[in-house]
């Protein structure tokens, strides 16, 4: 209890009091550690977590962040802010049936806010938050972790003592520099779980500051509780996560504010003793502030739900294999197996992997296969920490053990599989908040080995070393998340069962033009996953590229018909069977394509191109105006449209249809040479040579360009300019048909005229 003294004996006081506190906790005491002011134990803390990730903030955008940022029309200034708020994470609407549910609306927010001021999609300054935001979050574990290991003390200024300066920097250095944050801080879409952990402590910090004027309990301020959960809200508009706090909260309330023995209260109910209020429960308002708590959640939960309109996202068996397991033993068993390697990765974070489903990790079905152990020795160790948490006589090591376990734990139920199911096997993102848990268990069993110890400093120098290399591994691992081929090709080592990886390194390959390789990959994929309808159709696209029509029809056969609702298959079998001269087939795939896709500009102009194969000229401008219609910018489709009319004569029409695609795509140079030779064919020769030059600034390299600038001045009258657009032209391209022609038509005119003029 802080007795109130005169000001002149105050300081002496705070300090006799911070002794006093320290002799108590006594968890600094053995421990052979750097001893530095607060504010430089932040500033090393801010500098470390800053030098582990530094080399990620001119990396790509990659994996996820395509769908989350690049494709999410939520970014874009023409998109209202509203939509936000009924849009999932992914931009689409939470009410659809094929949304992932994942309300993020404030993550979203700063991804636009960031859009806006680099002005497009420039990754520096996405990574760049993230690194700050991880920083940050590091400096404030620093004040976490000295409550958590150290407790509660106030001065009786109202200041907060460090009762664990220690202790609470080495466990905030075990958080700065741990490699399975790699993924949060070097994946932008990563922010989720760095925006949730930010306004997670610091609902936990608002909360601790509700006792600041009686650290007993009997009085709090109600307004920093209600600080606390409206931050709890926000930390959950940011990721789902966030919630968890709220639950922390009452369990810190409970052990270090009410200092409650949970096995002596156990007993005394038991026992029915009617002395329970002498436990705490009732004096000192804990039920009030945890029935506050209680309300704020669920009526956050309420609300979400409300917003998110409809049932949970529909996974699938490859996302999440055990949970479609009709043995409830192969299911409990996996989810322990999962997380024992979700354990693992804390404990030893050297294999990492960017994606861990799609055959990553075998099913275990039988009690003689041998990771049984795993789960075994994960429950052995929790049990024994439970054990430890509940009955141990010293209350310091009660209240530790119990909030690490509470931090570790607590957060991971949203990942747990318990209450839904989740779209992942592991995700390291997710581990990110129950980390601090393991830092304080970490922390705390180093207190313990140094108070046994003789060679202190050995082990200090042990922990530092594991310091030193997890700071190596994150700037290894960060590099790798740089770039999508790095980041791939980094997983082939760790999960070589997963199909997704290899599909994603095909991918990688055959968007850099790499065919050949990118074939191997994508069949490695279908052979690990037979099912795998996305590696089928990229593999189906790359045959029918290469001409290899009947293998690719066979692949995009069965992709439709393991998934029937597969639009690009349906649209990708549909070309092909075109390029087999399988007209009505063909027709009918396209049509299937838009049944399962109504807004499907590109299958429409390919539809529009097999009309206009078959001289169904009306049907195919019809298909290519709706092209432009569902994407107004689509340039093949305008072209088309264009050279059609043009073919067949309604020159006027033509030009109508060219005016009206450059007024929504001014710069596209294709459409411009179009409407020239329209323009050209009108004797609007003035328009189009002004076209014509502009296309060419535009692409200076088309022989098309010069070739047919060079008619239109034919045409004009201009010999000298159509001589010099023609051998320009034939410079370019020696074989560009008729331009030849035309140049030898040119300089025999030229001759007759200079034998007339001599």
């Not at 500098?47 to 080399?55: D, H, K, P």
Request: hydrophobic fraction near 45%.
């Amino acid at each position: 209890q802080i007795c109130n003294q005169h000001n002149a004996e105050a300081p002496n006081l705070e300090q006799a009091l911070h002794r006093m506190a320290q002799t108590e906790s006594n968890l600094d005491h053995d421990v052979s550690w750097f001893l530095l002011p607060s504010y430089w134990a932040k500033m090393v803390v801010a500098l470390i977590s800053f030098l582990c990730f530094a080399n990620s903030y001119d990396g790509d955008f990659v994996f996820d962040d395509s769908e989350a940022i690049i494709n999410n029309k939520d970014l874009r200034a023409e998109t209202p802010l509203g939509d936000l708020w009924h849009h999932d994470f992914w931009g689409s609407k939470l009410s659809s049936n094929t949304s992932h549910k994942s309300y993020r609306p404030l993550t979203v927010l700063t991804f636009r806010i960031n859009y806006l001021f680099a002005g497009g999609f420039y990754p520096v300054g996405f990574h760049v938050i993230n690194i700050i935001l991880h920083c940050t979050i590091s400096v404030l574990m620093v004040d976490v972790f000295s409550i958590l290991l150290g407790g509660l003390q106030f001065s009786n200024k109202g200041r907060r003592l460090n009762l664990a300066p220690k202790t609470s920097l080495l466990a905030a250095l075990l958080f700065a520099v741990h490699p399975v944050h790699t993924e949060c801080v070097a994946g932008i879409v990563g922010r989720a779980d760095l925006l949730c952990a930010l306004f997670f402590l610091l609902s936990f910090l608002g909360y601790c500051k509700a006792f600041r004027e009686n650290k007993e309990g009997h009085n709090f301020s109600m307004f920093w509780v209600l600080v606390s959960v409206i931050l709890g809200a926000i930390a959950m508009l940011c990721k789902e996560q966030g919630i968890t706090i709220l639950g922390l909260n009452a369990v810190f309330d409970a052990l270090v504010i009410n200092k409650l023995n949970v096995l002596e209260l156990i007993q005394k109910l038991l026992r029915k003793d009617k002395s329970l209020e002498n436990a705490g429960l009732l004096r000192k308002g804990l039920l009030f502030r945890i029935t506050l708590l209680m309300s704020g959640g669920a009526s956050i939960l309420y609300i979400r739900w409300r917003i998110m309109g409809t049932g949970p996202p529909a996974f699938t068996e490859v996302d999440n294999p055990a949970s479609f397991a009709d043995s409830l033993f192969v299911r409990a068993v996996n989810y322990n197996y999962y997380y024992s390697l979700n354990a693992w990765l804390l404990l030893c974070p050297w294999w990492l992997c960017f994606d861990w489903s799609m055959g990553c990790i075998p099913l275990i079905k039988s009690v003689s296969d041998w990771r049984i152990i795993a789960l075994v020795a994960l429950w052995f160790c929790l049990i024994g920490l439970i054990c430890q948490a509940l009955c141990s006589e010293d209350s310091h090591k009660r209240r530790i053990l119990t909030l690490g376990l509470g931090f570790l734990i607590i957060p991971f139920l949203p990942a747990s599989n318990l209450f839904f199911r989740v779209g992942f096997v592991i995700a390291e993102r997710v581990i990110y908040l129950p980390s601090i848990g393991y830092c304080v268990l970490f922390t705390y069993g180093f207190s313990l080995l140094s108070k046994q110890a003789k060679k202190k400093k050995i082990l200090a120098v042990a922990v530092l070393g594991i310091l030193v290399i997890n700071v190596m591994r994150c700037a290894l691992r960060s590099s790798q998340w740089r770039s999508e081929e790095q980041l791939f090709r980094s997983a082939l080592s760790v999960c070589p069962l997963n199909a997704k990886v290899h599909y994603n390194v095909g991918k990688n390959l055959a968007d850099k033009g790499n065919q050949s390789a990118a074939i191997k990959y994508y069949r490695e994929a279908v052979r690990l996953n037979p099912k795998y309808v996305h590696a089928m159709n990229n593999l189906g696209n790359i045959l029918k590229e290469r001409n290899e029509l009947q293998e690719a029809e066979e692949l995009l056969s069965l992709a439709v018909q393991i998934q029937p609702d597969f639009a690009a298959a349906w649209m990708n079998l549909g070309i092909v069977q075109n390029s087999l001269r399988r007209f009505e087939e063909a027709e009918q795939s396209y049509w299937t394509a838009i049944k399962h896709r109504k807004k499907y500009p590109d299958c429409y102009y390919n539809l529009g191109r097999l009309y206009a194969d078959l001289n169904r000229h009306i049907d195919a401008l019809n298909a290519w105006r709706n092209a432009t219609v569902l994407k107004p910018e689509h340039s093949l489709a305008w072209n088309n449209m264009i050279i059609l009319l043009d073919n067949t004569g309604n020159l006027a029409q033509a030009e109508a249809v060219g005016r009206e695609a450059l007024e929504l795509i001014p710069n596209d140079h294709s459409l411009m040479f179009s409407l020239a030779n329209v323009l050209g064919k009108s004797q609007k020769y003035k328009e189009s040579e002004a076209l014509f030059l502009k296309a060419i600034k535009a692409n200076p390299n088309a022989a098309s360009y010069h070739g047919n600038l060079a008619v239109l001045y034919h045409r004009w009258g201009n010999l000298d300019l159509a001589k010099k657009h023609y051998e320009v032209s034939l410079k370019l391209d020696p074989m560009a048909p008729g331009t030849k022609e035309n140049y030898n038509l040119l300089r025999r005119k030229l001759e007759q005229l200079q034998k007339k003029g001599s």
